[in-house]
């Protein structure tokens, strides 16, 4: 498997003409190396956060396989596994070259990943696999679920870690550039809420256009990004620069 560890890939800034709502970044040579890995022909799944958003997942799919195309990867097929389909999910996920998990609210993607059998459906798949904001997070073997609607900072049944599809044992915590400055029931979000959940775990907090690249059991983080541990959070990682994960303590 090739896993793509995003925090969000999506460049707002399209050129003149270009009908999608978003291509994605050429920085941090996100499209080249997509490029090395996603061949022009394959077939594309796009994986839902939310079951029941059928014309929202439809839209979704159809945007991602448009910036594909229009970065020189264009696919033969593109499908959605959602509520209306799930009782297919092993033939979806068996017949896919790439595969997208897509972004949206962690516990309800989590949630449906288990009732399909995701985890177990990705042992030993071998295509590419791009998880996008919540998609990356979820990826991970044991998941930090970080509180982001009001009323979840301080529900003591929350439940802030929990089983993932088990494809890295990077725990990812996506748009910092967005929510680093957010408030959530009365308290900073990171400062007051992650910081101290990250006691006895590391989380890899990612800028939109960043990434982890993972193949062959190695990680790369490109562009810039940080890591948070014991309630410490230090970048290790500068824009337009990458490095191997290895190298971090």
Same mark, same amino acid.
């Given at each position: ?35 090395? %890995? ?16 059928? /014309?929202?997942?439809?839209?979704? /799919?159809?945007?991602? /396989? ?123 979000? %990171? ?59």
């Amino acid at each position: 498997m090739i896993l793509f560890l995003t925090s969000s890939p999506c460049e707002d800034n399209v050129p003149e003409g270009v009908t999608l709502p978003c291509i994605f970044f050429e920085r941090n040579r996100f499209v080249a190396n997509l490029q090395r %890995f996603v061949h022009p022909g394959g077939r594309f799944l796009a994986i839902a956060s939310t079951p029941e958003g059928h /014309a929202r997942n439809d839209e979704m /799919a159809q945007t991602f /396989a448009g910036c594909f195309a229009y970065h020189g990867m264009p696919f033969s097929d593109v499908n959605v596994l959602d509520s209306r389909n799930q009782a297919d999910a092993a033939r979806l996920v068996q017949d896919s070259d790439v595969i997208l998990l897509a972004g949206g609210h962690v516990p309800t993607q989590n949630a449906f990943f288990r009732e399909i059998g995701l985890r177990e459906l990705l042992t030993d798949y071998p295509g590419v696999v791009m998880g996008v904001s919540a998609g990356s997070m979820n990826a991970a073997d044991t998941v930090y679920v970080q509180p982001e609607e009001a009323g979840e900072a301080i529900d003591p049944d929350f439940v802030r870690f929990t089983p993932g599809l088990g494809l890295t044992d990077k725990q990812i915590l996506p748009h910092y550039n967005q929510v680093k400055d957010n408030l959530l029931d009365g308290m900073r979000l %990171f400062e007051d809420i992650t910081y101290p959940d990250s006691r006895g775990h590391s989380f890899y907090v990612l800028m939109d256009g960043s990434y982890i690249l993972e193949q062959s059991g190695e990680s790369t983080l490109y562009g810039e990004g940080y890591l948070l541990h014991n309630g410490v959070m230090e970048r290790i990682c500068e824009e337009s620069a990458s490095i191997p994960l290895t190298e971090i303590a």
